[in-house]
Protein backbone atom coordinates (compact mmCIF):
# COMPACT_ATOMS: atom_id res chain seq x y z
CA UNK A 1 0.00 0.00 0.00
CA UNK A 2 1.40 3.41 -0.61
CA UNK A 3 2.05 5.67 1.82
CA UNK A 4 -0.35 8.75 2.24
CA UNK A 5 0.26 12.09 0.66
CA UNK A 6 -0.54 13.93 3.80
CA UNK A 7 -0.75 12.84 7.82
CA UNK A 8 -2.35 15.26 10.58
CA UNK A 9 -1.63 13.94 13.72
CA UNK A 10 -3.38 15.80 17.05
CA UNK A 11 -4.17 18.86 15.28
CA UNK A 12 -5.24 21.51 17.83
CA UNK A 13 -6.41 25.12 17.12
CA UNK A 14 -7.73 27.67 19.97
CA UNK A 15 -9.93 30.43 19.10
CA UNK A 16 -10.37 32.91 21.92
CA UNK A 17 -9.17 31.10 24.45
CA UNK A 18 -11.08 27.68 23.68
CA UNK A 19 -9.78 25.12 21.58
CA UNK A 20 -12.26 24.95 18.49
CA UNK A 21 -10.94 21.45 17.71
CA UNK A 22 -8.37 18.74 19.24
CA UNK A 23 -6.37 15.88 18.52
CA UNK A 24 -7.65 16.02 15.18
CA UNK A 25 -5.95 13.18 13.45
CA UNK A 26 -6.11 11.35 10.03
CA UNK A 27 -4.54 10.74 6.35
CA UNK A 28 -4.75 11.28 3.11
CA UNK A 29 -4.79 9.12 0.42
CA UNK A 30 -3.58 9.08 -3.39
CA UNK A 31 -7.27 8.10 -4.18
CA UNK A 32 -9.05 8.79 -1.59
CA UNK A 33 -12.00 11.29 -2.04
CA UNK A 34 -13.19 12.44 1.41
CA UNK A 35 -15.74 15.31 2.31
CA UNK A 36 -15.52 17.43 4.98
CA UNK A 37 -18.69 18.20 6.58
CA UNK A 38 -19.85 19.66 10.20
CA UNK A 39 -21.65 22.38 11.42
CA UNK A 40 -21.58 26.30 10.16
CA UNK A 41 -18.64 27.91 12.31
CA UNK A 42 -16.88 24.12 13.89
CA UNK A 43 -13.62 24.92 12.09
CA UNK A 44 -14.09 23.10 8.53
CA UNK A 45 -12.77 25.42 6.66
CA UNK A 46 -10.05 26.52 9.17
CA UNK A 47 -8.77 22.79 9.22
CA UNK A 48 -8.54 22.82 5.48
CA UNK A 49 -6.76 26.12 5.10
CA UNK A 50 -4.16 23.97 7.63
CA UNK A 51 -3.97 20.76 5.50
CA UNK A 52 -2.96 23.52 2.50
CA UNK A 53 -0.58 24.88 4.51
CA UNK A 54 -2.17 28.55 4.72
CA UNK A 55 -2.05 28.64 8.50
CA UNK A 56 -0.53 27.23 11.46
CA UNK A 57 -2.36 24.77 13.95
CA UNK A 58 -1.35 25.67 17.64
CA UNK A 59 -0.03 21.93 18.44
CA UNK A 60 0.13 18.94 16.26
CA UNK A 61 1.75 18.01 13.13
CA UNK A 62 1.38 18.45 9.72
CA UNK A 63 3.43 15.88 7.52
CA UNK A 64 3.41 16.57 3.78
CA UNK A 65 4.96 13.70 1.33
CA UNK A 66 8.24 15.23 -0.36
CA UNK A 67 7.23 17.02 -4.00
CA UNK A 68 3.82 16.31 -3.62
CA UNK A 69 1.51 19.57 -4.90
CA UNK A 70 -1.21 20.70 -2.79
CA UNK A 71 -3.86 22.65 -4.70
CA UNK A 72 -6.19 24.96 -2.46
CA UNK A 73 -9.14 26.69 -3.46
CA UNK A 74 -10.76 29.22 -1.54
CA UNK A 75 -14.00 29.50 -0.02
CA UNK A 76 -13.98 33.44 -1.27
CA UNK A 77 -11.19 33.67 -4.11
CA UNK A 78 -9.40 37.08 -3.96
CA UNK A 79 -8.39 38.41 -7.76
CA UNK A 80 -6.61 41.69 -6.46
CA UNK A 81 -3.09 42.40 -8.45
CA UNK A 82 -4.52 40.58 -11.45
CA UNK A 83 -4.98 42.50 -15.04
CA UNK A 84 -6.93 39.39 -16.89
CA UNK A 85 -8.23 35.86 -15.86
CA UNK A 86 -5.63 34.46 -17.50
CA UNK A 87 -3.01 35.95 -15.03
CA UNK A 88 -4.74 34.54 -12.06
CA UNK A 89 -5.06 31.39 -13.18
CA UNK A 90 -1.54 31.13 -13.93
CA UNK A 91 0.09 32.94 -10.50
CA UNK A 92 -0.62 29.06 -9.33
CA UNK A 93 2.04 27.66 -11.07
CA UNK A 94 5.87 27.53 -9.48
CA UNK A 95 9.20 28.21 -11.83
CA UNK A 96 9.44 24.61 -12.47
CA UNK A 97 5.85 24.16 -13.48
CA UNK A 98 5.81 26.48 -16.07
CA UNK A 99 5.14 23.87 -18.99
CA UNK A 100 1.58 22.86 -17.69
CA UNK A 101 1.12 26.78 -18.80
CA UNK A 102 -1.09 25.62 -21.95
CA UNK A 103 -3.54 23.76 -19.88
CA UNK A 104 -5.08 27.51 -18.74
CA UNK A 105 -6.55 27.91 -22.38
CA UNK A 106 -7.97 24.98 -21.99
CA UNK A 107 -9.31 24.84 -18.56
CA UNK A 108 -10.89 28.31 -19.16
CA UNK A 109 -12.92 27.20 -22.20
CA UNK A 110 -13.72 24.35 -20.35
CA UNK A 111 -15.51 26.50 -17.44
CA UNK A 112 -16.97 28.86 -20.25
CA UNK A 113 -14.61 32.03 -19.65
CA UNK A 114 -12.24 34.62 -21.51
CA UNK A 115 -8.72 34.78 -20.51
CA UNK A 116 -8.44 38.19 -21.18
CA UNK A 117 -11.45 39.28 -18.58
CA UNK A 118 -10.93 41.62 -15.92
CA UNK A 119 -11.21 39.00 -12.93
CA UNK A 120 -12.20 41.75 -11.20
CA UNK A 121 -15.52 42.17 -12.83
CA UNK A 122 -16.42 38.59 -12.95
CA UNK A 123 -19.90 37.42 -11.52
CA UNK A 124 -19.47 35.06 -8.52
CA UNK A 125 -20.19 32.04 -10.65
CA UNK A 126 -17.42 33.05 -13.15
CA UNK A 127 -15.48 34.01 -10.45
CA UNK A 128 -15.92 30.46 -9.12
CA UNK A 129 -15.09 28.66 -12.03
CA UNK A 130 -12.26 30.65 -12.84
CA UNK A 131 -11.08 29.69 -9.53
CA UNK A 132 -11.10 25.91 -10.16
CA UNK A 133 -9.19 26.32 -13.23
CA UNK A 134 -6.44 27.65 -10.96
CA UNK A 135 -6.74 25.17 -8.80
CA UNK A 136 -6.40 22.18 -11.42
CA UNK A 137 -3.91 23.52 -13.65
CA UNK A 138 -0.75 22.37 -11.79
CA UNK A 139 -1.98 18.80 -12.13
CA UNK A 140 -2.15 18.32 -8.48
CA UNK A 141 -1.63 15.31 -6.02
CA UNK A 142 -4.05 16.80 -3.83
CA UNK A 143 -6.87 19.14 -4.27
CA UNK A 144 -8.65 20.68 -1.46
CA UNK A 145 -11.84 22.49 -2.42
CA UNK A 146 -13.79 24.50 0.06
CA UNK A 147 -17.44 24.96 -1.36
CA UNK A 148 -16.55 24.70 -5.06
CA UNK A 149 -20.25 24.71 -6.32
CA UNK A 150 -21.15 27.68 -4.80
CA UNK A 151 -22.62 30.04 -7.46
CA UNK A 152 -21.88 27.43 -9.77
CA UNK A 153 -24.95 26.49 -12.31
CA UNK A 154 -26.01 22.85 -12.98
CA UNK A 155 -23.61 21.89 -15.79
CA UNK A 156 -20.34 23.74 -14.55
CA UNK A 157 -21.49 21.39 -11.11
CA UNK A 158 -21.85 18.24 -13.30
CA UNK A 159 -18.23 19.45 -14.86
CA UNK A 160 -16.82 19.57 -12.15
CA UNK A 161 -18.10 16.17 -10.85
CA UNK A 162 -16.43 14.49 -14.02
CA UNK A 163 -13.29 16.21 -13.10
CA UNK A 164 -12.97 14.95 -9.66
CA UNK A 165 -13.81 11.62 -10.77
CA UNK A 166 -11.38 11.29 -13.51
CA UNK A 167 -8.20 13.12 -10.95
CA UNK A 168 -5.54 11.00 -10.49
CA UNK A 169 -4.87 12.42 -7.11
CA UNK A 170 -6.95 12.60 -3.58
CA UNK A 171 -9.61 14.96 -3.16
CA UNK A 172 -10.48 16.72 0.30
CA UNK A 173 -13.57 18.94 -0.38
CA UNK A 174 -16.18 21.30 2.03
CA UNK A 175 -19.97 21.14 0.51
CA UNK A 176 -23.31 21.28 1.55
CA UNK A 177 -24.64 20.12 -2.09
CA UNK A 178 -25.41 16.21 -1.22
CA UNK A 179 -26.32 15.16 -4.52
CA UNK A 180 -22.22 16.60 -5.36
CA UNK A 181 -20.72 14.82 -2.04
CA UNK A 182 -22.81 11.76 -2.97
CA UNK A 183 -21.38 12.00 -6.89
CA UNK A 184 -17.64 12.17 -5.86
CA UNK A 185 -17.11 10.64 -2.06
CA UNK A 186 -15.26 7.40 -0.74
CA UNK A 187 -15.41 8.84 2.69
CA UNK A 188 -16.28 11.13 5.31
CA UNK A 189 -14.81 13.44 7.72
CA UNK A 190 -17.18 14.75 10.22
CA UNK A 191 -15.91 17.75 12.60
CA UNK A 192 -18.33 17.46 15.12
CA UNK A 193 -18.21 19.47 18.51
CA UNK A 194 -14.26 19.70 18.17
CA UNK A 195 -13.99 16.11 17.25
CA UNK A 196 -13.26 13.88 14.34
CA UNK A 197 -14.90 10.90 12.97
CA UNK A 198 -13.81 9.38 9.83
CA UNK A 199 -15.50 6.96 7.94
CA UNK A 200 -14.66 4.82 5.07
CA UNK A 201 -18.35 5.60 3.34
CA UNK A 202 -19.92 7.77 0.58
CA UNK A 203 -22.03 10.58 1.61
CA UNK A 204 -24.87 9.02 0.93
CA UNK A 205 -24.70 6.66 3.96
CA UNK A 206 -23.90 9.48 6.64
CA UNK A 207 -26.17 10.23 8.14
CA UNK A 208 -26.79 6.45 9.37
CA UNK A 209 -23.69 6.31 10.50
CA UNK A 210 -23.46 9.65 12.23
CA UNK A 211 -26.81 8.98 14.15
CA UNK A 212 -25.09 5.23 15.39
CA UNK A 213 -22.25 7.68 16.91
CA UNK A 214 -24.68 9.88 18.29
CA UNK A 215 -26.61 6.63 19.53
CA UNK A 216 -23.54 5.14 21.17
CA UNK A 217 -22.28 8.73 22.80
CA UNK A 218 -25.62 8.40 24.10
CA UNK A 219 -25.50 5.51 25.90
CA UNK A 220 -21.68 6.09 27.26
CA UNK A 221 -22.77 9.20 28.68
CA UNK A 222 -25.80 7.58 30.52
CA UNK A 223 -23.78 4.85 31.99
CA UNK A 224 -21.24 7.57 33.32
CA UNK A 225 -24.16 9.83 34.60
CA UNK A 226 -25.16 6.75 36.42
CA UNK A 227 -22.07 5.85 37.64
CA UNK A 228 -21.50 9.69 39.15
CA UNK A 229 -24.61 9.33 40.62
CA UNK A 230 -23.84 5.77 42.39
CA UNK A 231 -20.16 7.07 43.42
CA UNK A 232 -22.09 10.19 44.65
CA UNK A 233 -24.05 8.25 47.29
CA UNK A 234 -21.05 6.04 48.29
CA UNK A 235 -18.68 9.41 49.08
CA UNK A 236 -22.05 10.79 51.23
CA UNK A 237 -23.09 7.37 52.61
CA UNK A 238 -19.45 5.56 52.85
CA UNK A 239 -16.74 7.82 53.00
CA UNK A 240 -16.14 8.52 56.50
CA UNK A 241 -14.93 4.73 57.20
CA UNK A 242 -11.82 3.42 56.02
CA UNK A 243 -11.06 6.73 55.14
CA UNK A 244 -7.31 6.70 53.42
CA UNK A 245 -8.49 3.48 51.84
CA UNK A 246 -11.62 5.55 49.91
CA UNK A 247 -9.62 8.26 48.70
CA UNK A 248 -7.92 6.79 45.11
CA UNK A 249 -11.94 6.26 45.02
CA UNK A 250 -12.98 9.21 45.96
CA UNK A 251 -10.43 10.89 43.41
CA UNK A 252 -12.24 8.56 40.46
CA UNK A 253 -15.31 10.04 41.30
CA UNK A 254 -14.14 13.58 40.37
CA UNK A 255 -11.81 12.94 37.69
CA UNK A 256 -15.67 10.95 36.32
CA UNK A 257 -17.21 14.45 37.14
CA UNK A 258 -14.72 16.53 35.15
CA UNK A 259 -14.78 14.29 32.42
CA UNK A 260 -19.20 14.79 32.11
CA UNK A 261 -18.70 18.47 32.70
CA UNK A 262 -16.22 18.98 29.34
CA UNK A 263 -18.50 16.77 27.10
CA UNK A 264 -20.15 18.92 24.65
CA UNK A 265 -24.05 18.02 24.03
CA UNK A 266 -25.26 18.19 20.45
CA UNK A 267 -25.59 21.52 19.31
CA UNK A 268 -28.60 23.02 18.87
CA UNK A 269 -30.64 23.33 15.48
CA UNK A 270 -32.01 26.52 13.83
CA UNK A 271 -36.03 27.46 14.89
CA UNK A 272 -37.87 27.24 11.32
CA UNK A 273 -41.41 28.40 10.94
CA UNK A 274 -43.57 29.79 8.27
CA UNK A 275 -46.95 31.03 8.41
CA UNK A 276 -48.98 31.38 5.25
CA UNK A 277 -51.42 33.84 7.06
CA UNK A 278 -54.30 35.08 4.62
CA UNK A 279 -55.18 32.11 2.46
CA UNK A 280 -55.03 33.85 -1.19
CA UNK A 281 -57.19 33.00 -4.63
CA UNK A 282 -56.93 29.59 -6.07
CA UNK A 283 -54.54 30.81 -8.73
CA UNK A 284 -51.65 32.56 -7.54
CA UNK A 285 -50.37 32.95 -11.37
CA UNK A 286 -51.22 32.51 -14.80
CA UNK A 287 -49.00 33.38 -17.64
CA UNK A 288 -49.82 32.60 -21.04
CA UNK A 289 -47.72 32.67 -24.41
CA UNK A 290 -45.36 34.82 -22.73
CA UNK A 291 -41.70 36.22 -24.00
CA UNK A 292 -38.79 37.95 -23.13
CA UNK A 293 -35.48 39.84 -25.41
CA UNK A 294 -32.78 41.61 -24.45
CA UNK A 295 -31.33 43.29 -27.46
CA UNK A 296 -31.30 40.44 -30.10
CA UNK A 297 -30.56 37.57 -26.97
CA UNK A 298 -34.31 35.53 -26.09
CA UNK A 299 -34.89 34.76 -22.64
CA UNK A 300 -37.89 33.09 -23.15
CA UNK A 301 -40.07 32.64 -26.12
CA UNK A 302 -43.67 31.44 -25.64
CA UNK A 303 -43.97 29.77 -22.16
CA UNK A 304 -47.28 29.48 -20.33
CA UNK A 305 -47.87 28.02 -16.86
CA UNK A 306 -50.51 27.99 -14.07
CA UNK A 307 -49.60 28.10 -10.51
CA UNK A 308 -51.98 27.18 -7.81
CA UNK A 309 -52.57 28.16 -4.68
CA UNK A 310 -50.34 25.83 -2.36
CA UNK A 311 -48.03 24.78 -5.38
CA UNK A 312 -44.20 24.36 -5.04
CA UNK A 313 -42.41 25.21 -7.71
CA UNK A 314 -38.52 25.05 -8.86
CA UNK A 315 -37.36 27.06 -11.60
CA UNK A 316 -33.86 25.09 -12.90
CA UNK A 317 -31.30 25.78 -15.92
CA UNK A 318 -27.90 27.30 -16.08
CA UNK A 319 -26.53 31.00 -15.11
CA UNK A 320 -27.67 33.12 -17.89
CA UNK A 321 -30.78 30.98 -18.89
CA UNK A 322 -32.77 33.90 -17.16
CA UNK A 323 -33.99 32.29 -14.13
CA UNK A 324 -34.34 35.48 -12.51
CA UNK A 325 -36.14 37.76 -15.21
CA UNK A 326 -38.31 34.75 -15.28
CA UNK A 327 -38.90 35.16 -12.05
CA UNK A 328 -39.20 38.71 -11.84
CA UNK A 329 -41.90 38.55 -14.84
CA UNK A 330 -44.17 35.72 -12.93
CA UNK A 331 -44.41 37.69 -9.79
CA UNK A 332 -45.39 40.84 -11.55
CA UNK A 333 -41.66 43.37 -11.35
CA UNK A 334 -41.24 42.94 -14.68
CA UNK A 335 -43.17 43.46 -17.75
CA UNK A 336 -43.03 40.52 -21.03
CA UNK A 337 -42.67 41.83 -24.24
CA UNK A 338 -45.41 39.61 -25.56
CA UNK A 339 -47.91 37.66 -23.80
CA UNK A 340 -49.65 37.56 -20.62
CA UNK A 341 -49.29 37.43 -16.46
CA UNK A 342 -52.66 37.40 -14.22
CA UNK A 343 -51.48 37.33 -10.65
CA UNK A 344 -53.73 36.12 -8.21
CA UNK A 345 -55.25 38.09 -5.64
CA UNK A 346 -54.73 38.09 -1.51
CA UNK A 347 -51.22 37.58 -1.93
CA UNK A 348 -48.90 38.54 0.60
CA UNK A 349 -45.21 38.22 -1.20
CA UNK A 350 -41.93 37.56 0.77
CA UNK A 351 -38.66 37.46 -1.64
CA UNK A 352 -35.15 35.73 -0.62
CA UNK A 353 -32.99 37.74 -2.67
CA UNK A 354 -29.72 35.80 -4.65
CA UNK A 355 -27.77 39.32 -3.41
CA UNK A 356 -29.59 39.32 -0.01
CA UNK A 357 -29.89 43.02 -0.59
CA UNK A 358 -32.91 43.31 1.91
CA UNK A 359 -29.82 43.34 4.62
CA UNK A 360 -27.76 46.80 5.14
CA UNK A 361 -23.81 45.97 5.83
CA UNK A 362 -24.21 49.12 8.03
CA UNK A 363 -27.10 47.93 10.34
CA UNK A 364 -26.80 45.84 13.57
CA UNK A 365 -28.87 42.50 13.24
CA UNK A 366 -30.59 43.69 16.22
CA UNK A 367 -31.59 47.18 13.90
CA UNK A 368 -32.26 44.44 11.20
CA UNK A 369 -34.99 42.59 13.06
CA UNK A 370 -36.33 45.36 15.05
CA UNK A 371 -36.65 48.07 11.62
CA UNK A 372 -39.10 50.06 13.63
CA UNK A 373 -37.22 50.46 17.16
CA UNK A 374 -37.54 48.96 20.47
CA UNK A 375 -36.10 45.33 20.97
CA UNK A 376 -39.36 43.72 19.93
CA UNK A 377 -39.94 41.08 17.06
CA UNK A 378 -43.36 40.44 15.86
CA UNK A 379 -43.45 36.78 14.98
CA UNK A 380 -45.99 35.52 13.20
CA UNK A 381 -48.14 37.87 15.12
CA UNK A 382 -46.48 37.38 18.68
CA UNK A 383 -44.07 39.63 20.06
CA UNK A 384 -41.00 38.03 20.77
CA UNK A 385 -37.43 40.00 22.16
CA UNK A 386 -34.73 40.07 19.78
CA UNK A 387 -31.98 38.01 21.21
CA UNK A 388 -34.98 35.14 21.99
CA UNK A 389 -35.77 35.32 18.55
CA UNK A 390 -31.76 35.38 17.62
CA UNK A 391 -31.32 32.48 19.43
CA UNK A 392 -33.52 30.69 17.38
CA UNK A 393 -31.33 31.24 14.02
CA UNK A 394 -28.17 30.21 16.67
CA UNK A 395 -26.78 33.86 16.83
CA UNK A 396 -25.33 34.62 20.26
CA UNK A 397 -26.35 36.96 22.24
CA UNK A 398 -23.06 39.34 21.75
CA UNK A 399 -23.87 38.86 18.20
CA UNK A 400 -27.23 41.47 18.34
CA UNK A 401 -25.44 44.63 18.03
CA UNK A 402 -22.32 43.65 15.95
CA UNK A 403 -23.20 44.67 12.33
CA UNK A 404 -24.58 42.75 9.54
CA UNK A 405 -21.37 43.54 7.30
CA UNK A 406 -19.14 41.41 10.12
CA UNK A 407 -21.20 38.21 9.59
CA UNK A 408 -20.62 35.39 7.54
CA UNK A 409 -22.12 33.87 4.49
CA UNK A 410 -24.27 31.17 6.26
CA UNK A 411 -24.79 33.62 8.98
CA UNK A 412 -26.37 36.23 6.31
CA UNK A 413 -28.63 33.52 5.03
CA UNK A 414 -30.05 32.59 8.50
CA UNK A 415 -30.42 36.53 9.21
CA UNK A 416 -32.35 37.39 6.15
CA UNK A 417 -34.55 34.24 6.56
CA UNK A 418 -35.05 35.57 10.03
CA UNK A 419 -36.57 38.27 8.76
CA UNK A 420 -39.12 36.89 6.28
CA UNK A 421 -40.10 34.29 8.40
CA UNK A 422 -41.43 36.64 11.19
CA UNK A 423 -43.87 37.76 8.94
CA UNK A 424 -47.00 35.88 7.52
CA UNK A 425 -46.28 35.63 3.72
CA UNK A 426 -48.73 33.36 1.26
CA UNK A 427 -45.70 33.34 -2.00
CA UNK A 428 -42.31 32.68 -1.01
CA UNK A 429 -40.24 33.37 -3.50
CA UNK A 430 -36.41 32.22 -2.86
CA UNK A 431 -33.67 32.75 -5.38
CA UNK A 432 -30.66 30.49 -4.28
CA UNK A 433 -31.27 30.26 -0.42
CA UNK A 434 -29.58 27.05 -0.20
CA UNK A 435 -25.77 29.11 -0.55
CA UNK A 436 -23.35 28.88 2.32
CA UNK A 437 -25.85 26.94 4.64
CA UNK A 438 -24.99 23.68 7.16
CA UNK A 439 -26.85 20.51 6.15
CA UNK A 440 -28.56 20.61 9.49
CA UNK A 441 -29.87 24.08 8.67
CA UNK A 442 -30.68 22.64 4.72
CA UNK A 443 -32.69 19.81 6.37
CA UNK A 444 -34.57 22.24 8.41
CA UNK A 445 -35.64 24.31 5.86
CA UNK A 446 -36.56 21.92 3.84
CA UNK A 447 -39.10 20.24 6.26
CA UNK A 448 -39.85 24.07 6.89
CA UNK A 449 -41.36 24.31 2.78
CA UNK A 450 -42.67 20.77 2.86
CA UNK A 451 -44.91 21.97 5.85
CA UNK A 452 -45.18 25.56 4.29
CA UNK A 453 -49.22 26.27 3.39
CA UNK A 454 -48.56 29.11 0.43
CA UNK A 455 -47.26 28.68 -2.53
CA UNK A 456 -43.13 28.69 -3.29
CA UNK A 457 -41.05 29.64 -6.19
CA UNK A 458 -37.67 28.31 -5.98
CA UNK A 459 -34.15 28.85 -8.03
CA UNK A 460 -32.00 26.63 -7.09
CA UNK A 461 -28.72 24.93 -8.99
CA UNK A 462 -29.10 22.24 -5.48
CA UNK A 463 -30.28 18.95 -7.00
CA UNK A 464 -31.01 17.07 -3.96
CA UNK A 465 -32.92 20.32 -2.19
CA UNK A 466 -35.09 20.76 -5.45
CA UNK A 467 -36.11 17.06 -5.19
CA UNK A 468 -36.91 17.29 -1.85
CA UNK A 469 -39.22 20.20 -1.87
CA UNK A 470 -40.78 21.24 -5.36
CA UNK A 471 -44.03 19.63 -7.10
CA UNK A 472 -43.22 20.64 -10.09
CA UNK A 473 -39.77 22.03 -11.84
CA UNK A 474 -39.85 24.73 -15.25
CA UNK A 475 -36.47 24.02 -16.92
CA UNK A 476 -34.57 26.79 -18.91
CA UNK A 477 -32.65 25.47 -21.58
CA UNK A 478 -30.28 28.94 -21.84
CA UNK A 479 -31.77 29.06 -25.75
CA UNK A 480 -34.79 30.59 -24.98
CA UNK A 481 -36.80 27.49 -24.50
CA UNK A 482 -38.18 26.68 -21.12
CA UNK A 483 -40.37 23.44 -20.48
CA UNK A 484 -42.49 22.47 -17.21
CA UNK A 485 -42.13 19.03 -15.83
CA UNK A 486 -43.71 17.33 -12.84
CA UNK A 487 -41.90 16.56 -10.00
CA UNK A 488 -38.14 17.92 -8.90
CA UNK A 489 -35.07 17.34 -10.48
CA UNK A 490 -34.50 13.68 -10.69
CA UNK A 491 -37.98 13.36 -11.79
CA UNK A 492 -36.91 16.12 -14.85
CA UNK A 493 -34.38 14.05 -15.62
CA UNK A 494 -36.14 10.65 -15.93
CA UNK A 495 -39.53 12.38 -18.16
CA UNK A 496 -36.71 14.27 -20.44
CA UNK A 497 -35.67 10.47 -21.18
CA UNK A 498 -38.72 9.20 -21.24
CA UNK A 499 -39.89 11.81 -23.48
CA UNK A 500 -37.66 10.98 -26.32
CA UNK A 501 -35.97 14.43 -26.37
CA UNK A 502 -32.75 15.21 -28.13
CA UNK A 503 -30.47 15.79 -25.55
CA UNK A 504 -27.95 17.46 -28.16
CA UNK A 505 -24.56 19.05 -26.34
CA UNK A 506 -24.55 22.51 -26.16
CA UNK A 507 -21.15 23.67 -25.62
CA UNK A 508 -21.72 26.72 -24.32
CA UNK A 509 -23.85 25.14 -21.45
CA UNK A 510 -21.30 22.41 -21.22
CA UNK A 511 -23.73 19.96 -22.66
CA UNK A 512 -25.69 18.89 -19.22
CA UNK A 513 -29.04 20.32 -19.58
CA UNK A 514 -30.16 19.36 -23.43
CA UNK A 515 -32.08 20.96 -25.49
CA UNK A 516 -36.05 21.02 -26.20
CA UNK A 517 -37.88 21.52 -29.26
CA UNK A 518 -40.13 24.99 -28.86
CA UNK A 519 -42.99 23.69 -29.25
CA UNK A 520 -45.76 22.14 -26.63
CA UNK A 521 -43.82 23.38 -23.96
CA UNK A 522 -46.37 21.63 -21.23
CA UNK A 523 -46.67 18.41 -23.07
CA UNK A 524 -44.15 15.89 -21.27
CA UNK A 525 -45.82 17.06 -17.51
CA UNK A 526 -48.98 15.94 -18.36
CA UNK A 527 -47.93 12.26 -20.64
CA UNK A 528 -44.24 11.47 -20.20
CA UNK A 529 -44.58 9.89 -16.70
CA UNK A 530 -45.78 6.59 -15.45
CA UNK A 531 -46.86 7.55 -12.16
CA UNK A 532 -47.48 10.24 -9.89
CA UNK A 533 -44.07 11.99 -8.68
CA UNK A 534 -42.91 11.50 -4.95
CA UNK A 535 -43.99 14.47 -4.05
CA UNK A 536 -47.59 14.23 -5.59
CA UNK A 537 -47.74 10.60 -4.19
CA UNK A 538 -46.90 11.62 -0.52
CA UNK A 539 -49.60 14.81 -0.88
CA UNK A 540 -52.27 12.01 -2.31
CA UNK A 541 -51.46 9.80 0.77
CA UNK A 542 -51.55 13.02 3.88
CA UNK A 543 -54.81 14.77 2.30
CA UNK A 544 -57.58 12.28 3.85
CA UNK A 545 -55.58 12.58 7.21
CA UNK A 546 -55.46 16.27 6.31
CA UNK A 547 -58.87 16.92 5.50
CA UNK A 548 -60.33 14.91 8.66
CA UNK A 549 -58.78 17.44 10.67
CA UNK A 550 -60.13 19.97 9.39
CA UNK A 551 -63.22 18.85 9.32
CA UNK A 552 -62.86 18.12 12.77
CA UNK A 553 -61.85 21.48 13.95
CA UNK A 554 -64.57 22.80 11.96
CA UNK A 555 -67.06 21.63 14.07
CA UNK A 556 -65.39 22.37 16.80
CA UNK A 557 -65.38 25.51 15.84
CA UNK A 558 -68.92 25.55 15.16
CA UNK A 559 -69.79 24.22 18.21
CA UNK A 560 -68.02 26.96 20.35
CA UNK A 561 -69.54 29.83 18.26
CA UNK A 562 -73.40 28.07 18.60
CA UNK A 563 -72.95 29.39 22.65
CA UNK A 564 -74.76 32.81 22.63
CA UNK A 565 -72.74 34.15 25.62
CA UNK A 566 -69.51 33.85 24.04
CA UNK A 567 -68.95 37.32 21.96
CA UNK A 568 -70.46 38.45 25.24
CA UNK A 569 -68.21 36.94 27.52
CA UNK A 570 -64.99 37.10 25.23
CA UNK A 571 -65.30 39.30 21.97
CA UNK A 572 -61.72 38.71 21.15
CA UNK A 573 -62.17 35.10 21.25
CA UNK A 574 -65.40 35.02 19.62
CA UNK A 575 -63.25 37.25 16.18
CA UNK A 576 -61.22 34.77 15.94
CA UNK A 577 -62.72 31.94 16.16
CA UNK A 578 -65.11 33.11 13.41
CA UNK A 579 -61.30 33.92 11.55
CA UNK A 580 -60.44 30.25 11.89
CA UNK A 581 -63.54 29.05 10.59
CA UNK A 582 -63.35 30.78 7.53
CA UNK A 583 -59.74 29.66 7.34
CA UNK A 584 -60.43 26.31 7.76
CA UNK A 585 -62.97 25.72 5.65
CA UNK A 586 -61.17 27.40 2.70
CA UNK A 587 -58.23 25.18 3.65
CA UNK A 588 -60.84 21.96 3.43
CA UNK A 589 -61.95 22.83 0.32
CA UNK A 590 -58.55 23.63 -1.47
CA UNK A 591 -57.54 20.22 0.30
CA UNK A 592 -60.60 18.86 -1.39
CA UNK A 593 -59.88 20.32 -4.89
CA UNK A 594 -56.37 19.03 -4.73
CA UNK A 595 -57.50 15.50 -3.28
CA UNK A 596 -59.57 15.21 -6.87
CA UNK A 597 -56.72 17.08 -9.02
CA UNK A 598 -54.66 14.25 -7.12
CA UNK A 599 -56.65 11.17 -8.18
CA UNK A 600 -57.72 12.35 -11.90
CA UNK A 601 -53.62 11.79 -12.42
CA UNK A 602 -53.80 8.57 -11.06
CA UNK A 603 -56.72 7.72 -13.28
CA UNK A 604 -55.23 9.29 -16.08
CA UNK A 605 -51.79 7.80 -15.20
CA UNK A 606 -53.40 4.03 -14.63
CA UNK A 607 -52.47 3.83 -10.92
CA UNK A 608 -54.52 1.62 -9.03
Known amino acids: MA ?6 NDIRLTFGGNDLFSDVSFAIGERDRLCLVGRNGGGKSTLLKIIAGEIEADGGERFVQPGCKVAYLNQEPRFDGYDTVEDFVLSALDEH ?3 YAYRSDMLLASVD ?6 PKQLSGGEGRRAAIARALIADPQVLLLDEPTNHLDLPTIEWLEGEIKNFRGAVVVISHDRAFLNAVSNGVLWLDRGVMHQGAINFAKFEEWSEEIYRKEAEERAKLDKLIAQETVWSVQGISARRKRNQGRLRRLYDMRE ?10 NVSLAAEAGETSGKVVIEATDIAKSFGDRQIIADFSTRILRGDKVGIIGPNGAGKTTLLKMLTGQLEPDRGTIKIGTNLNPSYFDQKRIALDDDKTLWDT ?3 VGGDQVMVRGNPRHVVSYLRDFLFDEKQARSPVGALSGGERNRLLLAKLLAKPTNLLIMDEPTNDLD ?7 QEMLDDYEGTLLLVS ?11 SSIVMEGDGTAVEYAGGYSDYIAQRKLSNAPAAKDDKNLGKLGKKPSGNNNAPKAKSVSKLSYKDQREYDNLPAAMAKLEAEIKMLEAALSDSTLFTKDPTG ?19 ERWLELEMMREELGQA
Open 3 to 8: PPLINI
Open 97 to 99: EQD
Open 113 to 118: IDPKAD
Open 259 to 268: QRSNQVDRIG
Open 369 to 371: LCD
Open 439 to 445: MDTLDLL
Open 461 to 471: HDRDFLDRVVT
Open 574 to 592: FQKKVDRLDTARSELEASE
